[in-house]
């Protein structure tokens, strides 16, 4: 019997998994790659890391693998260590491969890691990157079609070089997002997001390969408009609004399109943004002073189907991201932000 694949640990943070289930609207996209809702940094972002250990040749590594992603997609890496970066990179040749998803890492205290490169075969960083840059295991995709063997593979993972329980297989690789978690819509089994599995862990046959480079659709999923489009609003050119001012009119003009804002606070308080019209829109706050730092993120609060997010803020800078709740949906709404 051959040794399972080194498998990756699906870092997914309780709540989402907790979500409860929206109705799903059909799937009218034509990219893959699956992102959990709500884990992208704003587009245009520059992501600073840091790492904690590894050789000058395993750094290396680390390096080339993640810019792999940058060529693609509207964000940059910082690798100058700073105290506070957003991916913190352990090699803990005893911890696997692991990452937090997308903005799932700022939740982590600074002084701990938010991926560990315990191996790093193949395309492992890249892969690694891909989570923290906010996607999912494509396995994890509804539209994948695998039917598990669930005693083989519980078995084949419960030795080495894995040693998982149950419960860690069950979460890591039985688990699959529901439609409306993910951005996704069809399965890819050449992304980099899939690791590789004998036929004789499914049922029906399905086996997948190692894929150790970015797939043309992995390259497609993250340039495009529900990830990082290079066309897109970075932050530097952000629509400014003043607090208490009128409200603002906006439009989604394009499916996908992302639009941006930001604001400042001159003294502490709570705030409230909120959205007005008829279009279905999904607000996510950034701040203080950081594009990278999830406050809040809202679908309906508002009035209808409009978000609004209160919050109680220093005084600082503040970045609003606004997206149709839909792949495809566009319209125009109103934008405001008062103090209370
Ligand atoms: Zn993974």
Known sequence: MTAA???????ILPRDVLRPQ?????PNGTTRAISPRGKSWLNGSNLRVRFMGGSAAEQATAREQALWWADYANLTFD??????????????????AWSFVGTDSRQMPPNQATMNLGFLDGGTAG?????AIGLAHEHSSPAGGIQWDEPVVLAALAGPPNFWDEATTRHNVFFKYS???????AFDPDSIMLYAFPASWTTNGVATHANDILSALDKEFVAGAKMYPKSGPSPSKATVLAVGADRAKADIGKSGEEDLFRFTTDQ????QIDTRGQTDVYMKLFGPNSQTALIDEDD???????????AQLLAGDYYVQIRHYDRSGTG?????????
């Not at 694949?5 to 870092?11: A, E, I, T």
């Not at 929206?22 to 059909?26: A, M, R, V």
């Not at 892969?127 to 989570?131: A, P, R, V």
């Open 127 to 131: 892969h690694e990157f891909g989570h």
């Open 268 to 271: 502490d308080g709570v705030y």
């Open 79 to 96: 690798f100058g260590n700073a105290p506070d970066a957003e991916i913190r990179v352990s090699f803990d040749t005893n911890d696997g």
């Open 5 to 11: 694949p080194k498998m990756c640990f699906d870092r």
């Open 22 to 26: 929206l109705t799903t609207t059909g």
């Open 300 to 310: 309906d609060s508002g009035y209808g189907l409009n978000p609004r997010i209160s």
């Open 179 to 185: 439609l409306d978690q993910i951005h996704g819509t």
């Open 332 to 340: 125009t709404y109103s934008i405001a932000v008062k103090k209370r």
